[in-house]
């Protein structure tokens, strides 16, 4: 299966993501123990190219995804604390943790006002310039919000086959040197429907992947549903639901 994106720069972005792959978490594929995102598979193509690596100058680091050219998504405790947005650095367009793609500092950022704790994690932050020739990813059409949203689908039903990605490390600690991706299942975090969870069979999110993208494919397209929070290498994350919402709705107001 092959995933093709469409961009406002009037160009389409041929995904070569395989669909055994992409279901790998779900399938059951034996992980290597070198694998990151526990249990996840290494990007070696640009399928992932709107992943972005999210850098505080102090050495600690995030994920995050290229939702404009010059607009990255992120969880908000990634940027607690920050007081220079250009203390931020993002590399996009690249499967290689250090090395290649484009570079920009951040000018601007911007944590959703309601977070607390766990809850509305989320955070953006604006680039100094526009990234060029890689396609952003879209936030899903809320439209389809039945796909994953446990209010219409019912508190803890399996609503859809999802992928995550990021540049966290891997059950023994270590930082892999490519971008990680899995194959998931999307649930609700919550009885009431209230954001999102991911259940892959075996391993999970580890430090460094907070503020990755949880996505699904409609239409043969990757679309983002939710921005990873807080996780510990287990076998579920959490994730803020930003397919449909209050979060969507703050999202798109500053783009």
């Known amino acids: 299966m092959s995933f093709e994106r469409q961009g406002t720069l009037g160009h389409s972005l041929r995904l070569s993501v ?14 290597s123990p070198a694998q990151a995102i526990t249990g996840g598979n290494a990007v070696t193509d640009n399928s992932f190219d709107f992943v972005a690596k999210v850098s505080y100058v102090g050495g600690t680091f995030c994920t995050g995804t290229l939702i404009r050219t010059n607009w990255v998504l992120t969880a908000a405790h990634c940027v ?28 601007a950022l911007y944590s959703y006002p309601g ?5 509305n994690d989320i955070a953006l932050l604006k680039l100094e310039s526009p990234v060029a020739g890689i396609v952003p990813i879209s936030l899903a059409d809320s439209g389809q919000s039945y796909r994953w949203d446990g209010q219409q689908g019912g508190p ?35 009885p009431d429907g209230v954001g999102l969870k991911s259940i892959p069979t075996s391993g999970g999110p580890c430090p460094g992947d907070s503020g990755g993208p949880l996505m699904v494919s409609i239409g043969g397209e990757l679309f983002q549903v939710g921005v990873m929070k807080g996780q510990n290498c287990s076998s579920t994350a959490n994730y803020s639901e930003v397919g449909a919402g209050s979060l969507q709705t703050w999202i798109l107001s500053h783009l």
């Open 18 to 31: 395989v669909s055994v792959l992409i279901s790998a978490g779900i399938a059951g594929l034996t992980p």
């Open 80 to 107: 607690g604390g920050v007081t220079d947005p250009g203390d931020m650095t993002v590399r996009v367009g690249t499967d290689l943790k250090d090395t290649g793609g484009q570079v920009r500092k951040a000018i």
């Open 115 to 119: 977070y607390t704790g766990g809850h």
């Open 156 to 190: 803890f039903t399996q609503y859809d086959d999802g992928v995550i990605a990021g540049w966290g490390q891997n059950g023994a600690g270590q930082l892999p040197d490519r971008l990680q991706f899995k194959g998931v299942s999307i649930m609700p975090a919550e």
